[in-house]
């Protein structure tokens, strides 16, 4: 689902899966923008997401980098019963006893170590590194660049922003946002903008 940037990233993903051994095969895009029968990133768009019943599939990747938007859809094919799956480059480095959900999206250079938890439904993006213990909530989106310590946890449905970083057992709550580039280094109260180095909330 998506048909954008980061669906571009997703199928390039998949690809590099499968050209890896494993058996998954992008079938095409649904996206709520593109008329059904053109094309993006070499592969068919089918059509809206309303579709998306009436389309051949085994299984679905929800390639949106809105967190909201996401977490509302993963909700909501959920319950319709489809199958999510995650989407994990080969090139990533990801310790053996790793918990990765449903619906997570792993992309190219990533480091993760061991006793970490990734919750469904995230993305860890390019190039980021999570270290020993973390706790990545459901709907998350890890940026680029992104490095946290040791024990660290991320809320459901944060934003940690391109190249931040996230010191040892720092805690990040719910629905929060951490700005490009800030450094993390006391906890993060939930719901909240925080941005600098270090970093502060920002105020309303």
Known sequence: MGAGGHGAVVADVLAAMRRAGAD??????????LPAGSTAHGLPVFGHSSTLSSVP???????????RTRASLYAAWSAAGERLVSAVHPSAVI???TAVGPGSMICAG?????????????????????????????????????????????????????????????????WAVVGAGA??????VPGTTVVGVPATEVTK
């Open 95 to 97: 310790a053996p006893d």
């Open 110 to 174: 990533v480091v993760v170590n061991p006793g970490t938890v990734i919750g469904p439904n995230a993305i860890v993006n390019t190039a980021s590194s999570l270290d020993h213990h973390n706790q990545i909530g459901a709907h998350v989106h890890v940026a680029p660049g992104v490095h946290t310590g040791g024990d660290v946890a991320i809320g459901e449905g944060t934003l940690v922003g391109l190249g931040a970083i996230v010191l040892p057992r720092r805690t990040v709550g719910a």
């Open 183 to 188: 450094v993390v280094v006391r906890d993060v």
């Open 24 to 33: 998954v095969q992008p079938a095409g895009f649904v996206d709520d923008r």
């Open 57 to 67: 599939h085994d299984a679905i990747v929800i390639a949106l980098g809105d967190n």
